[in-house]
Structure formats: C-alpha cells, structure tokens
C-alpha cells in the first residue's frame, strides 16, 4: 500500500476511535444535517440549566472570558455568563443519529468529566469531549456509525469553577465526510529552514564548535529522538529549535548519512502546527507497523497536559511527514489510569507484539517515583493501547524521573537505558512479556560525563548503535550542542561495551607512533604532537607513580589544560571521576580518546567505561603533554591521528 493510501487508511482508523482532532472535509456539505449553529438570539428548543450560558448565544468573548476565535458565522454557545465561578448545562432536543460523523467545534478549559460535551444515548454518557485551555475553538469529531438510528441528546456541561471554567461551543452536524487535519507544513518548514540558515554562517565561524561529531547546520540540537535505517540511509530525527541557540519550540530535525561520516540536511520533520494548538514536538521514537510503514510517536505539548501523536510520511524518502488526524492516541486520562507524566514515548516490538514505554505511573502512590509504564498495543495501525502497568522500577526513588528511556534486545538479554538525575543509565536483564516487566539483573553508566538521553539503532550489519546528546554547551553563538560519535554496543556477561564505529576510522590523518616513554616525577611536552581534532589510542603502566596521565589542549605557557589523570583507583577526565581500582602496579590502563574541539570523549578498558566532556579551552591552546606525579610511570605506546572533519 502507498504512503498517501495508508495515511488515509489510518485517517479511517482514527475516525473509528471516536478521537479524531483537525476538521471536517469542506464543512457544511448539503447531505449533512446541522443540529446548531447558534447563529439566533436564542437556543430555541435547546434547553439551559443553571446560570452559565445565559438566555442564548453570544457574538463575542464575554468579560473575563479572553478573546474567542474560530467559531463558524457570527455566533457561538458560552458558558462564561457569570464567569468562570458559574455553572450550567445546555441539552439540545432528541434526534436521530445519521451518518458516519458527528463534528462540532469546542473551546474554553481542560476540565474531564466537568467542562465539556457529552453524546447521551437512552440518557447514559456514550461520547465526551473537553477544550485544551484556548478560547480558540477547534474541531472535534466523533465516529457515531455504530450508532446509527438511535436517539440521542448532546450535553454541554459546565461544572467547573476555578480557571478556565468555562466552555465555548459552535456548529454540531451530522456528516458523512472524513475529517482531516489542517496541514500547515509548507509555511512552518520554510520559516524554520530560513531561520537556520540566518544563523549558519556564524556558527561555522566558531572556532570551538565540534567538527567531527553530528550536529544540525545552526541553532540548538536536543535529544536523539527516532533513529532508524531505511532506504539504504542511517535517518536520524532530533530535537530542534531552529530559532535560537537556546532550548524553544520545538521541532524534529531530520538528517541522513549512507556511511555515518556524510551526512544530508533535510526538511524539519514535524513543527509544532500552530492550526492545532501545538507549542513544542518533543521527543519520542520510530516504529515501523505491521503493514511496513513507519510511524513517528512524539509528545505534543500546547494542550492542557502532554499528549502521544503520531505523523506518518507522505512520501517513499522520509522527507514529508503529517500528522495523524486520530491524535492524541494516549492522554494522560486515558484508559489505564490518571498518569503523572507522558513524555518521551519510546516503541519497540517482541514476539510479534508492539509495546509503549513512557516514564511515570497511573498510581497515585508511585507518582513521585522513578518508574517507567507499559502499554500494549490493541490494533495492528498501533492507534489504540491498552495499559499493562509498571514496566520498572529504579532502585533509588531518588533518582527522580526516567527520561528517554528504551529498550532494546542486545546479545540474549535486554538492555534498558535511561537518563535521570543520576545521568545517563543502563540496566541489564530480562523482559517478561507475560507479566509487562523487566527485571534488570546488572547496571551501570551510559556515560559518567557530560551525555544525556542515549538511544539507540539496528543497521543492516546486525549492529546496535549508539547517540546521545552532549549537554554544557555555552550558547549565544548561534549553535548549540552536538552528538556523542556513534557507539557500537556489545555485552560481556552483564555489563555494556561501547566502542566507537570503526567508519570514523576513515578520518584518520597520518599516524604519530611513541613507545616506552618512561616519566618520573615530571611531564614531558610533545612537540610532535598538537591540535584541537585528534584521536588518541594510550596505553599507560601506573608503576610506582602516585598519578600519571595526559594534558589536552594545553596553553603555551601550561598554565591551561584539560587533564586525564590516574591513581590506580580512579579515572579522572576533566573534572569526571570514575572508580577504576588497578590489579597491580604493572596492570595496563588502556584509554582511546577523542578530541573535537570543545569535545571530548574518552573509552577505558575496551570501552566499559565511557565518559564525554564538554571544555572551555582558548582556540590557540593546541598542546599535549604527558605527566606522572610522585614516581616513575611508563607510557608503553602512544598513537595519534589528526581527524578530518565531516562538515
């Protein structure tokens, strides 16, 4: 099936949910029956209660109420007589449902079960709908075909008192027609590339910024946010603000690259659409259905509370994408419980099954926890989940909450990764479909530095691979941020293994060889060796030296530097501390580090132990010096490469 015929597909999809948000196709055809369009002094045979709307409709925004927009004509029903303290119901007469659709536009506050409109059906609650804190009234349609023939009453409720009490509505009809969402791609995607494009050239006048790692051509760069390889490409989808270097309104970057090392700008991938009240798309994941086609899940954020979306691509190159007119596919009300967060919907599929993972819980006692929810999907287009519970755990309630959190099979065990405020995290162990947990049986850190939100792909070559986003940047400079280099993971038993991926070997320059340089109580200066894009592969024998190690970035003068340091007990990068005990004083510590700029990342023991930094260091500090403190150390073998840039 093409693209353009699924997208309609899951348009059908949605309109059977009952949740469809964007409007109706060519509003009011001449087969449609309109129930009310509050176009009169009065509301006729639709009956009021209580004091909220008055005596009939109204043409503007009453006082207190704010500016009202979007309605149809020059009349709409309010609830805001009295403001928002007062309350009341208008029920419309008896009719008969007819058609597929019943469409209506709605506005005022976020208020379930409180504020809102309600389908009644032999007097019982078979539809409901509530607005999203806007005095924009925006379409909302419901799927009535299972109901056809049928008596039925709408209801608009108005119980809520505190702010936003209030409900706008206008325009009930019955219809046949499909409901699409308004697509306001074109004009966001031009504004975002332009305004990326203002910014490029400062940025690559910077001398600090990394030139080797992945970033967008200007402007902030956030988390990794969907990465998958299709159409012969790795395509990596990011957070974005392509109006400042600073976090803002969000949107998904889009890149991809046929050999990790070019990599192809594209077209945002999704924009928040100001035509359907979205303030920011952030992050989420990429799945691909079981009809083939891949899917974008996000957070939508703009409405009351957060909310899961999804878009779909409109073409074969990923390049277009819309979003679904079934949104939202998960609230925070939706089946399963009252969740206290969901952010970050992460998808992956086991057994034939496709699950959900979003941080936070539906329980009220575990809502301050560190805990990571289950949901599992109830349909093959993956628009309708079912809730299975708490999927983990973290062991420290302390840990605060589970960001960018995936899961993925790796070497017969399955890894979970995590960020929080202990940092970017991993725990090894076991998924139990049955009972919707994982149990985690080993842990460690992602990274003990400065990189946050790790996730995570499987390329044709059976390898996962590894980004996440380094964090610490200063902004003002009209860029910030970058990648980690991409990592290839393994297991050894129970702990994780990340090891740069052996294309960015192709950036190598010539190599500089040392051995055996034996230092005591002193450093020694390479004069052989300088620069700001370098990798470095060191072998170091501690001895008897109390600490050894190596200075990046150096001033002329020394009185500057970016330290790595051992003791035989711990690894010190730049200001980052990790356990490291040595098994005897002729026991080799192995480091391969990579130097970019204002970045660097360092991999101990075979890549066990990662940690990445981002510096603040002059653009003419270019030295490196070798250094053991207190006794004799040996640095057995040095090797060094200048790297190229991808950029």
Not at 366 to 377: G, Y
Not at 430 to 448: E, I, K
Request: aromatic share 8%; net charge negative.
């Amino acid at each position: 099936m093409d693209a353009m015929r699924l997208f309609y597909a899951f348009a059908l999809a949605a309109a059977a949910s009952g949740m469809a948000l964007g409007q109706p196709a060519n509003p009011t055809e001449a087969t449609d029956v309109v129930l009310a369009d509050f176009e009169t002094d009065s509301y006729g045979t639709w009956l009021t209660a209580g004091t909220a709307f008055g005596s009939g409709p109204v043409r503007r925004a009453l006082p207190g109420q704010g500016p009202a927009a979007g309605f149809v004509g020059t009349g709409f029903a309010s609830s805001a007589h009295g403001g928002d303290a007062s309350i009341g119901s208008l029920l419309s007469p008896p009719f008969v449902l007819e058609g597929t659709f019943l469409h209506f536009l709605i506005g005022g506050g976020h208020h379930p079960g409180l504020a809102g409109v309600n389908l009644l059906v032999g007097g019982a609650v078979l539809r409901t709908a509530t607005a999203s804190n806007s005095g924009h009234l925006r379409w909302h349609t419901w799927n009535v075909s299972d109901l056809a023939g049928q008596l039925a009453q709408i209801q608009v409720l108005d119980h809520a008192t505190g702010e936003w009490g209030h409900v706008t509505v206008d325009h009930f009809y019955l219809s046949d027609q499909v409901p699409t969402v308004v697509d306001d791609r074109e004009w966001a995607v031009v504004r975002a590339l332009a305004s990326v494009q203002n910014a490029a050239e400062r940025a690559a006048r910077d001398l600090s910024r990394p030139q080797y790692h992945f970033r967008p051509p200007a402007q902030w760069l956030g988390d990794p946010s969907g990465l998958v390889h299709d159409q012969g490409y790795y395509q990596v989808f990011y957070q974005h603000h392509p109006y400042g270097d600073q976090p803002g309104r969000t949107h998904w970057g889009h890149a991809r690259s046929r050999d990790l090392l070019s990599w192809e700008h594209l077209p945002p991938a999704l924009w928040p659409s100001q035509a359907m009240a979205e303030q920011h798309c952030q992050s989420g994941s990429l799945i691909r259905s079981a009809a083939g086609q891949l899917m974008i899940f996000y957070t939508s954020i703009g409405h009351a509370e957060p909310q899961c979306w999804i878009a779909l691509p409109t073409d074969d190159e990923l390049v277009r994408w819309a979003k679904f007119p079934g949104n939202p596919i998960l609230s925070l009300r939706s089946p399963g419980g009252r969740f206290d967060n969901l952010r970050q919907p992460y998808l992956f599929a086991h057994g034939g099954r496709t699950y959900l993972v979003h941080p936070g819980a539906s329980d009220p006692a575990q809502s301050a926890l560190p805990v990571l929810s289950l949901h599992e999907a109830d349909n093959p287009e993956l628009t309708q989940w079912k809730h299975r519970g708490v999927l983990f755990r973290h062991p420290d309630p302390g840990a605060g909450r589970l960001n960018s959190a995936s899961l993925v099979s790796l070497g017969g065990q399955f890894v979970l990764l995590t960020s929080s405020a202990r940092g970017a995290e991993y725990f090894t162990g076991q998924f139990d479909a049955t009972q919707g947990t994982f149990s985690a049986t080993g842990a460690g850190r992602v990274d003990a530095g400065d990189a946050v939100a790790p996730q995570t792909l499987l390329d044709p070559q059976g390898r996962t691979l590894l980004w996440a986003r380094l964090q610490g940047f200063e902004g003002g400079r009209g860029w910030n941020g970058c990648w980690t280099l991409p990592r290839v993971l393994s297991l050894e038993q129970s702990k994780l293994v990340q090891t740069v991926a052996p294309e960015l070997e192709r950036l190598r320059g010539t190599n500089i060889s040392l051995v055996d340089l034996t230092l005591t109580s002193t450093n020694r200066v390479l004069e052989e060796l300088s620069g700001t894009m370098l990798e470095l592969a060191v072998r170091l024998r501690l001895g008897e030296a109390r600490a050894a190690g190596l200075r990046l970035r150096c001033s002329s003068d020394g009185a500057r530097a970016v330290t790595l340091q051992y003791d035989g007990a711990t690894l010190d990068v730049a200001g980052a501390r990790l356990p490291l005990p040595r098994p005897g004083p002729s026991s080799e510590l192995r480091l391969r580090v990579f130097l970019d700029q204002s970045v660097l990342e360092c991999y101990a023991e075979g890549g066990s132990l990662c940690v990445s930094r981002v510096l603040r260091a002059a653009p003419t500090d270019v030295g490196i010096e070798l250094f053991a403190t207190d006794g004799t150390a040996t640095f057995t073998s040095l090797e060094a490469w200048p790297m190229q840039s991808i950029w």
